[in-house]
């Protein structure tokens, strides 16, 4: 492979990731083929074999869309796997021969029973094995697109995936004077708990978080954002606290924990969120909705 042809497939890898074609349907998100290829940028850091045995990556996949996807009653972890060989960055080299016998799309059961294999294809997987530092700039690019900053290296880590490797991009800047604005609307209190800290006059411990996703088109309003010490940014954007109609604080039925992680999150459920300064406008319902719909893992604990 001469050098130029080099740059231009590294070219069309950078766009095919930029440009993924996720499955969409009104404002619903399906970071399904996302986190495949996180999982496949992880087996190349860890040296895997360039293909990947369904039933291999089916655990791993399910584990990563219970974590991280939306809330559901069930992962599909063949979705992906399936059709992420439509734009151009994997292959099931024997789904042919699968198609004839499942139809367009075969079934879970048929891609067990034939241990369907699927993987980069080899001139990518080439030249993701000599450009280390390649691996872990798709995977912050990725990471950036479709999830916020505060999942990103735990997602990264439950893929196996190394994002400092081999010097990888830094975080792209979100918009600027958000968070100044976001904390400043709260007097830099977190409106769930109400955590304050100052180390030689500068906040520590409380974040900017956007309410709908940066990744999925929220925009960098005060009505999109809302001030949150580090422990409640987490759990709102895992989906174990969320935002009702009334901007009363949802807890998910769902997350459990000792005695200390408890009194941390039970207690709240119910609870109004803190108001912003008079003249900053609140949480927006809108806002509030999409993250109730595509983050928050109902259902509520009662107040």
Request: charged share 25%; hydrophobic share 40%; glycine share 10%.
């Amino acid at each position: 492979m001469t050098t130029r042809s080099a740059t231009d497939l590294e070219r069309g890898i950078r766009e095919a990731v930029a440009h993924l074609r996720t499955w969409k349907r009104g404002e619903r998100r399906a970071p399904h083929k996302p986190l495949l290829l996180l999982y496949a940028l992880g087996r190349i850091q860890a040296g895997a074999p360039r293909l990947a045995d369904f039933v291999e990556a089916e655990s791993c996949l399910k584990s990563l869309l219970e974590r991280f996807g939306p809330p559901s009653k069930a992962a599909h972890p063949l979705y992906p796997f399936w059709h992420l060989q439509g734009d151009g960055l994997w292959e099931v080299p024997r789904g042919k021969d699968a198609a004839r016998r499942g139809g367009h799309a075969p079934l879970v059961s048929l891609a067990r029973e034939l241990h369907l294999e699927g993987g980069f294809p080899e001139p990518i997987e080439r030249l993701l094995k000599r450009r280390p530092v390649l691996v872990s700039e798709l995977g912050r690019a990725i990471l950036e697109e479709h999830f916020p900053e505060s999942l990103q290296d735990e997602i990264a880590e439950a893929a196996g995936l190394d994002l400092t490797a081999q010097g990888g991009a830094k975080r792209q800047a979100r918009p600027p004077g958000f968070r100044e604005e976001i904390l400043r609307a709260y007097e830099y209190r977190c409106a769930i708990c109400g955590f304050q800290a100052l180390l030689d006059g500068a906040v520590i411990g409380v974040e900017a978080a956007h309410v709908r996703w940066h990744a999925y088109g929220g925009p960098a309003v005060v009505e999109n954002g809302v001030a949150l010490c580090v422990l409640h940014h987490k759990l709102f954007d895992l989906g174990v606290l969320g935002i009702s109609p009334g901007r009363s604080v949802l807890v998910s039925t769902r997350a459990s924990g000792e005695a200390e992680a408890s009194a941390r999150m039970i207690p709240f459920a119910g609870r109004r969120l803190r108001s912003p300064q008079e003249g900053k406008q609140a949480v927006g319902e809108a806002f509030a909705g999409w993250h109730r719909r595509e983050v928050f893992r109902g259902p509520e604990r009662a107040a």
